[in-house]
């Protein structure tokens, strides 16, 4: 019996590609607080729009774990299962919805209501494990609180950053774009 495997070869390149990306980007931060701006969201959501919702999913999972496990002095490293569960969500939200209308992932409209969802569900994803991770270090509530929106701050413009920027790329003919 001959067996289809899990991924072509094609599949894995196009998902090492945005993982790549996914990476590279989040490299291209300024500190704010306990936190940073970055233009990773851009590629992630990208990833999702281009390659759809599971392989999209793994290249941002994928990129940004690595970033976290190589993260300058091991700042993150404890964070990439997290990241990777977060970030794959996000962008398999993303590629998702784009995807109802057809594989083309081309109208702007439900784009844009992909990008949005799966901004929005990473915000709730992070900011959550935030206020619970702190109060579970010993904080009280309040600082709980104030630390999850500290987050939230960076994390909404990473996600108008990434919303703005993906959306009119993802309407863009481009080669490797899964049909």
């Given amino acids: 019996m001959n067996k289809k495997p899990l991924f072509t ?19 291209m931060f300024f500190p704010v607080g306990h936190t940073r701006i970055h233009l990773g969201n851009i ?10 919702g599971l392989h999209g999913g ?4 994928v990129g940004a774990s690595l970033f976290d496990l190589l993260s300058p002095g091991g700042m993150y490293i404890a964070s ?8 794959f969500a996000m962008a398999f939200t ?16 439900l784009n844009i209501v992909a990008a949005v969802t799966a901004a929005l569900l990473y915000m709730v994803l992070h900011m959550s494990k935030s206020f619970v991770s702190t109060y579970m270090l010993g904080s009280t509530i309040e600082a709980a609180f104030v630390m999850a929106l500290e987050k939230g701050r960076a994390s909404t413009i990473n996600a108008l950053i990434g919303i703005c920027a993906s959306v009119p790329i993802s309407l863009l003919p481009l080669p490797f774009r899964k049909q």
């Fill in 58 to 61: 793994l290249a941002a999972g």
């Fill in 94 to 109: 993303a590629g998702t919805i784009s995807r109802m209308a057809g594989k083309q992932a081309r109208n702007v409209t």
């Fill in 9 to 27: 070869l094609q599949q894995l390149t196009r998902i090492g590609l945005m993982a790549a990306l996914v990476f590279a980007s989040n490299y």
């Fill in 80 to 87: 990439a299962p997290t990241t990777f569960i977060f970030r």
């Fill in 43 to 52: 590629f992630m959501l990208l990833s999702g729009f281009f390659l759809g």
